[in-house]
């Protein structure tokens, strides 16, 4: 192993929790070392539903892998029922204890987690809900206004139906809930119930079963921990260029730079690496559809499983598709970003997980939350 490694992931053992338009693809992005099955670059627009959009990123391409075909999905279904689950569970949690605190989360994840009352990630919704072709149900959340004027309607809409209902019964219902959602922040219920999908009518979860072929249970993650064994981080990083190998893109759920830092760390498409940790805010999800060694190039190489088995090294960079759109624009964090596929240095990884977020209010006795790297492979 080279020097420069052993020293950088070092490091790694001094300072991990975990956190979260279509267009045409860009560059040399169509062109995989690793052939992975590259899907439409999509704009999740200004709200935090980059989660939904990484999953479904995952299940597209796992479905063009297999057939050859691509399929275009709605991410913001999915989102739907994520706002739908946090409402229920906090409303019924509220009218039992008589309470009248509410947050509502845009946040998610990808796979595996979850952390707040009713949120349930990616995966766990798509297996209960279904999937929906984007072509039977599209909302986007597009502009910070749009964004603001819909979670505003929904918790004014939330607390309406509670103070209305409270003392009569101890549970809402999910009719309740979706009358919630469609006042102002969504235009209907998606079609779960039954939809013409060119080929017949079915529901949600028979098109995500029987004809995009989800399966539950199908994607493992793996997260990276600041005390994590030099040994462990490298084997994950061989993993990921072996998944991108066998024609599998990865979920990569990582830490993101507070606003002052962003500018050294986000630098036009590229996440740079500084071998310095850095101050924290939110987290991101996307997918790795790529690699390059050090030295080496994105696109066709003469020997895959050469450049799969080489050592990891400072110089290794994944490409990523990001759901920021296929223009200039911004993003959830208010930040302006340019096209879809975005390269991440490995020294990003490296500096996340020896950075942290920082206590909100300050408190110097409590011990600040380290930074996050996980990744979601598929199981084949």
């Avoid at 597009?142 to 505003?152: F, G, P, T, W």
């Avoid at 809409?157 to 101890?170: D, M, V």
Wanted: hydrophobic share 40%.
């Amino acid at each position: 192993m080279k020097s420069a490694l052993r020293t950088a992931l070092f490091v790694l053992a001094l300072t991990l929790a975990s956190a979260c338009k279509e267009g045409k693809q860009t560059s040399d992005s169509e062109a995989s070392a690793v052939d992975t099955a590259n899907t439409t670059v999509k704009f999740q627009g200004e709200i935090g539903f980059c989660w939904s959009y990484a999953a479904v990123a995952m299940i597209e391409s796992d479905y063009k892998k297999r057939t050859g075909r691509e399929i275009d999905l709605s991410e913001e279904a999915i989102a739907f029922f994520h706002f739908a689950e946090q409402l229920k569970a906090k409303m019924d949690w509220n009218l039992r204890w008589n309470e009248k605190e509410f947050e509502l989360s845009d946040g998610g994840w990808i796979n595996g987690t979850s952390k707040k009352m009713g949120s349930k990630d990616a995966f766990s919704l798509i297996e209960h809900w279904g999937l929906i072709p984007e072509s039977q149900w599209i909302i986007k959340f597009e502009d910070e206004l749009k964004k603001k004027k819909a979670i505003d309607s929904i918790n004014k809409n939330f607390l309406s139906l509670q103070e209305k209902i409270r003392g009569k019964q101890t549970s809402v219902q999910m009719n309740q809930i979706f009358e919630i959602l469609t006042k102002e922040a969504f235009a209907s219920v998606p079609p779960v119930d039954g939809f013409n999908n060119g080929s017949g009518q079915m529901n949600a979860v028979q098109y995500a079963r029987n004809v995009i072929g989800f399966r539950p249970g199908a994607f493992q993650d793996v997260a990276l921990k600041s005390n994590e064994p030099t040994i462990v981080v490298m084997s994950t990083l061989q993993r990921v260029k072996q998944a991108l190998a066998d024609g599998n893109v990865v979920g990569i759920s990582i830490s993101m730079p507070e606003r002052l830092e962003w500018a050294q760390r986000v630098q036009g498409t590229r996440f740079v690496g500084m071998g310095k940790p850095f101050v924290l805010k939110g987290g991101h999800a996307m997918v790795v559809t790529d690699f390059k060694n050090s030295g080496g190039v994105f696109g066709p190489v003469a020997d895959v499983g050469e450049e799969v088995s080489k050592e990891i090294e400072p110089g290794l960079v994944f490409r990523l598709k990001n759901s920021w759109g296929s223009q200039t624009g911004r993003n959830e964090f208010g930040q302006v970003v340019k096209t879809g596929f975005y390269d991440m240095d490995i020294m990003y990884i490296v500096d996340v997980l020896k950075s942290t977020y920082p206590n909100d209010p300050p408190d110097p006795n409590k011990v600040p939350v380290p930074g996050f790297v996980t990744f979601t492979f598929p199981i084949n």
